[in-house]
């Protein structure tokens, strides 16, 4: 069946660092990958998407790119902010369906520090 | 807009007991979705019901019902409450098949089974 491996958390960075969270997945046929965002106690929130091969979803300084040859939706930022901490979730739904029916990676807990 | 709406918020049980976790959306989506979050697991599917009157196993259905009563709400009961079931659950909805929006989630419930 269809997976997402996202890193090894936690993720902790100061103030105007870099960004990169992997995810690797394996699917059949086309699906569509997104990052999703969980603010301490509240639900996900899409942070971006990217539904065919080389696209870049790109939101709010946050960008990945859909690589298909390296099954992989890599999270980057340039300089990150305290306002970043949060939950960050790799996910796919299968080509051709509605996107909810969602394949979740573990997560990955980011704390950023003034 | 009130989005995806889930009730209750924190729920304690007795192993054994039953509940009914409530979710509506006003937003005119066929689909919906019940997922489970625990650590290190990222979340889950647990039902689906891609259309109104409709509803399909997910992932991890074992333990749980649900119930599509109208196209805004969908339930998920647990008949008898068991310590496992002890996680945070959302509900999400989506655009229905062939229409690709993004899943909105709910504020979640948190369920502690003792």
């Known amino acids: 069946g269809d997976s997402v491996t996202q890193m090894e958390g936690p993720v902790t960075l100061s103030e105007e660092a870099f960004l990169t969270i992997n995810c690797t997945y394996t699917a059949t046929g086309y699906p569509s990958l997104f990052w999703y965002v969980q603010y301490p106690g509240e639900g996900l929130q899409l942070l971006l998407k990217?539904?065919?091969?080389?696209d870049k979803g790109s939101n709010k300084g946050f960008e990945a790119t859909y690589r298909k040859e390296t099954t992989s939706f890599h999270l980057e930022k340039g300089s990150v902010q305290v306002s970043d901490s949060a939950v960050y979730f790799c996910a796919l739904s299968p080509g051709g369906t509605s996107y909810g029916k969602l394949t979740f990676g573990q997560g990955t807990i980011l704390t950023v520090h003034p | 807009n009130a989005g995806v709406t889930q009730t209750p918020k924190f729920q304690v049980l007795k192993t054994g007991q039953s509940m009914t976790l409530q979710c509506a959306q006003d937003?005119?989506?066929?689909?919906m979705y019940w997922y489970r979050q625990d650590p290190g697991m990222g979340l889950r599917l647990i039902y689906y019901s891609a259309s109104e009157g409709t509803t399909d196993k997910g992932e991890v259905p074992n333990g749980y019902n649900v119930s599509r009563l109208n196209k805004r709400e969908f339930s998920l009961r647990l008949e008898s409450a068991a310590p496992s079931q002890t996680s945070v659950y959302f509900c999400?909805?989506?655009?229905?098949?062939?229409?690709?929006?993004?899943?909105?989630f709910g504020q979640g419930t948190r369920l502690t089974v003792v």
């Open positions: 937003m005119n989506h066929n689909s």
């Open positions: 990217a539904t065919k091969a080389d």
């Open positions: 999400a909805s989506s655009g229905g098949h062939g229409v690709n929006t993004e899943a909105f």
